[in-house]
């Protein structure tokens, strides 16, 4: 009798032991830019990490088109919610930095993830983003034989990653004297918008020999295609859409540089381990981009292993990021949190 | 006293549903309390503004599309000249952003009755001009705010000789924002040109024909407008510590907060309190839909949907309320 009380106890012990190990948390996710394939990616990216962690009892997401100061109301009310950890993609790389330091001071864990905030109390984790434009820049330049005029469709003014992506492409270009921009246009990362661009400039007549795309890209070989304007090299991001064109558009030389939007959940497993005791010891975490052409039988290989026909064309093929999200591809795809 | 309740009645009944909602929130989150208050009162102060400018314009009769524009112009100004300034040349900047913000609702007022093209194309188009001249200022965010203005909206407020847990959960940024209503629109309302404003609102034709000055009084509105906009160009710069050239959601906002505190879109009637206590109930809904973890695709849905709903019954009420 004394043994199997003895027992009972232990195990109820164990049980709880267990469940104190198993500790929840609740994370909060701010995001700005709203009907945007990658920024959908990532958010799916964040709930199918959430889900398959664990760890996670419930997720507050913000996620709406707005500025810095709704940015800011999003993170306050986030705080108010009581989060453990707040994952946000920043509107600008300063103007959310009070209500970071906010949330911080409060012993909350930020993690900005795919660009980076000034604020020094928050964690980042983010796709190397001057790298992602020198190298595609690079190749790009290379193709057109280091001269001509390149079109310089960049995304958002004033965004921490369009800034990082400039520096890269201002190096390449630098580099590479005998090319001349023709053209230089935000595309705010809205397709509609690129694709509307593309179409003044072919229509104005100015000659030019290359595009470089921030990630806006399918659209603009559309576009080319469309108006019969010379096929000129394309330089993209990987989404599944311009993946599938690299392959399948005649005539297209073209180079996708992976630029995967699941950095978002690995920015829900950072902040996971940093809750549990085990943050990193550099404060910034950078994934570094890949150049995958079409010109070189080894990229060819390696746009072909990535193509991904049950994705929508504006998702990135990359759908998970090894050493950090543990999600598989078909909860990513399903797109359902923790309580879904 | 029947009097002063009937003719209130849209704005008392707004209060009781943020009064509602408050509780609510209350309940949804038990830690909601004295920073809770301070968020919402920072979130809502640039709305709020923006909101007061666009329904002294609506009581005028007009309407103006280049509010958010005029936003954006006013908060890049002050962020680039704020930058690396001393305090007492920040206080110049920010007296000159304001005249700058009469001044473009000057402009707007006066091509509204100069062209006699429809207030709504001109502001329309002026939405565009303004937009450029902002990006033209500054083409991507950046600038500065003084440490003094930021901290005008952060926090509660502190009396000296008042205990502090009497008036902290008052935060500063309603304070500001009650101090900008009283400072702008109390004078004017008090004044013969606020009740001019109300007779070209109410109708144009009558108004011209006892006398009113029909055309300097719109100007003089659309003027109002736009140092409101200044107010809310500059709350931003507060909120952010920078400068943002591309406007923020504030146009349509505020409109929103417009038709939701009373204020009737032919002009003629309302008050500035309405939209004030509408800022904040929609502040509060998205708040609580946060808290709650609502789908972020449903947020706006249902935000859209409670204003629909809070109009149309305040439309049976006042319906009601005519017939007895």
Not at chain 1, 189 to 213: M, Y
Request: aromatic share 6%; proline share 4%.
């Amino acid at each position: 009798m004394k043994k199997l009380l003895l027992g009972t106890v232990a195990l109820t012990l164990a049980a709880f032991g267990g469940m104190a190990e198993a500790k929840t948390y609740k994370i909060g996710i701010s995001n700005t830019v709203q009907g945007n394939g990658w920024r959908e990616e990532m958010v799916c990216a964040m709930k199918a990490q959430a889900l398959a962690s664990g760890e996670v009892s419930s997720l507050n997401i913000a996620h709406r088109n707005t500025d810095a100061a709704g940015q800011s109301e999003d993170i306050r009310n986030l705080i108010q919610a009581g989060v453990d950890a707040i994952v946000v993609n920043p509107a600008n790389a300063d103007g959310v930095n009070a209500a970071i330091k906010e949330a911080t001071d409060k012993g909350i864990v930020v993690v900005a993830v795919d660009q980076a905030v000034t604020e020094p109390s928050a964690y980042i984790l983010s796709n190397n983003q001057e790298q992602y434009a020198y190298l595609g820049a690079s190749w790009l330049f290379k193709e057109m034989g280091g001269k001509g005029a390149v079109v310089y469709m960049r995304g958002a003014a004033g965004a921490g990653a369009d800034n990082d992506r400039d520096k890269g492409f201002k190096k390449a270009l630098a580099e590479n004297p005998g090319i001349t921009v023709a053209s230089e246009v935000f595309t705010g990362w809205q397709q509609d918008q690129g694709k509307q661009q593309i179409n003044d400039i072919i229509a104005s007549g100015a000659k030019f020999d290359g595009i470089w795309t921030s990630g806006i890209d399918n659209v603009i070989v559309d576009a080319l295609v469309e108006s019969g304007a010379p096929l000129v090299p394309v330089v993209g991001a990987d989404n599944a859409g311009f993946v599938g064109q690299l392959s399948t558009v005649a005539g297209l030389k073209g180079a996708a540089v992976t630029n995967p939007g699941s950095v978002g959940g690995a920015g829900v497993a950072l902040a996971l381990q940093i809750l549990d005791g085990k943050a990193p010891a550099e404060k910034t975490t950078l994934v570094d981009p890949v150049v995958w052409d079409n010109t070189t039988d080894a990229g060819k290989a390696l746009l072909k292993a990535a193509a991904n026909p049950s994705l929508s064309p504006e998702w990135p093929v990359s759908v998970s990021i090894p050493g950090w999200t543990t999600y598989s591809q078909d909860q990513v795809i399903a797109c359902k949190g923790p309580g879904e | 006293m029947t009097r002063i309740l009937s003719k209130n009645i849209w704005t008392l009944g707004l209060a009781a549903l943020l009064a509602v909602l408050l509780v609510i929130t209350k309940l949804i989150q038990p830690d909601f309390g004295v920073s809770g208050l301070d968020s919402l009162g920072r979130a809502a102060l640039p709305f709020a503004l923006a909101s007061l400018g666009m329904a002294v314009v609506v009581i005028a009769g007009g309407i103006d599309l280049s509010l958010a524009s005029m936003m954006a112009v006013t908060s890049v100004t002050a962020a680039t000249l704020m930058d690396g300034a001393s305090d007492g040349q920040s206080v110049l900047v920010v007296l000159f952003v304001l005249l700058l913000g009469a001044a473009m609702g000057t402009v707007n007022g006066t091509l509204v009755v100069v062209s006699r093209v429809p207030d709504i194309v001109v502001t329309l188009s002026m939405l565009f001009v303004w937009q450029g001249t902002a990006l033209l200022i500054l083409n991507a965010p950046g600038g500065a705010a003084a440490p003094w203005l930021r901290a005008l909206s952060v926090g509660g407020v502190t009396l000296p000789f008042v205990p502090e847990a009497l008036t902290v959960w008052l935060p500063k940024s309603v304070v500001f924002l009650f101090v900008c209503l009283a400072v702008v629109w109390l004078p004017i309302r008090r004044s013969k040109l606020g009740l001019m404003f109300y007779a070209v609102g109410s109708d144009a034709l009558a108004a011209f024909r006892s006398g009113v000055p029909v055309g300097r009084t719109k100007i003089a509105a659309y003027a109002v407008t736009g140092l409101f906009a200044a107010l809310g160009g500059i709350a931003v710069t507060m909120s952010t510590g920078i400068g943002e050239p591309i406007p923020g959601p504030y146009l349509l906002a505020a409109v929103a907060a417009v038709v939701l505190g009373g204020v009737v879109l032919g002009g003629g009637r309302g008050g500035l309190i309405g939209p004030v206590l509408a800022v904040f109930i929609l502040r509060l809904v998205r708040m609580d839909l946060t808290l709650m973890s609502v789908d972020p695709n449903v947020t706006t849905i249902v935000e859209g949907s409670i204003m629909v709903v809070v109009v149309m019954f305040g439309g049976v009420v006042a319906m009601r309320g005519r017939r007895t």
